[in-house]
């Protein structure tokens, strides 16, 4: 579904750049073109800002977007695994203001002015932290894919409380 959304979207953007340059060169007013590109901007995307592993970033986000697909596609953190897309399997997980969230299924206006750990930010100066070294050394990665999730529910779940109790865990 999201896919063929996107397909009409990307298509209707197309339409209104085509005609937006017909209306330019027909008045001969540069002026109607960017109005329109502007406009188009303005009312399909969203500038936000917010930190992305302590780092200030301003960017345009596409309404629709989910988080993953913002740290994914428009910031290059591919760290973040997208599998289910119905918060069922933990492989999306990052961590906003400190709290887990899945990445999959909420949109990406919604980082304005959060601060959003992805599993690149975190490791301290280039070694792997506590977490990711018990993952490593219990052979706790499997395939790895949703690894990158479980480290950063684990970090929010020992952020909470340093000795969870079963209860806790589940």
């Given at each position: 579904?999201?896919?063929?959304?996107?397909?009409?979207i990307?298509s209707?953007?197309?339409?209104?750049?085509?005609?937006?340059?017909v209306?330019?060169a027909?008045?001969?007013q540069?002026?109607?073109?960017?109005?329109?590109?502007?406009w188009l901007?303005?009312?399909?995307?969203?500038?936000?800002?917010?930190?992305?592993?302590?780092?200030?970033?301003?960017a345009?986000?596409?309404?629709?977007?989910?988080?993953?697909?913002?740290l994914?596609?428009?910031?290059?953190?591919t760290?973040?695994?997208?599998?289910?897309?119905?918060q069922?399997?933990?492989?999306?997980?990052?961590?906003?203001?400190?709290?887990?969230?899945?990445?999959?299924?909420?949109l990406?206006?919604?980082?304005?002015?959060?601060?959003?750990?992805?599993?690149?930010?975190?490791?301290?100066?280039?070694?792997?932290?506590?977490?990711?070294?018990?993952?490593?050394?219990?052979?706790?990665?499997?395939?790895?894919?949703?690894?990158?999730?479980?480290?950063?529910?684990?970090?929010?779940?020992?952020?909470?409380?340093?000795?969870p109790?079963?209860?806790?865990?589940?």
């Amino acid at each position: 579904k999201n896919y063929k959304t996107g397909l009409i979207i990307d298509s209707l953007v197309k339409l209104g750049v085509v005609a937006a340059l017909v209306i330019a060169a027909t008045t001969k007013q540069e002026y109607s073109y960017y109005t329109f590109l502007r406009w188009l901007v303005m009312t399909t995307s969203q500038l936000i800002t917010c930190k992305i592993n302590g780092v200030e970033v301003e960017a345009w986000v596409k309404n629709g977007s989910t988080v993953a697909q913002f740290l994914r596609d428009q910031l290059g953190l591919t760290g973040t695994k997208v599998s289910c897309e119905i918060q069922v399997c933990g492989s999306c997980t990052v961590l906003v203001d400190g709290s887990p969230i899945s990445s999959c299924s909420v949109l990406a206006y919604r980082l304005q002015g959060k601060s959003v750990t992805t599993i690149e930010g975190v490791a301290e100066r280039g070694h792997l932290n506590d977490v990711q070294e018990a993952f490593l050394n219990n052979f706790a990665f499997q395939c790895g894919f949703c690894t990158s999730g479980f480290i950063m529910m684990t970090m929010s779940l020992l952020d909470s409380s340093k000795r969870p109790t079963d209860e806790e865990i589940s």
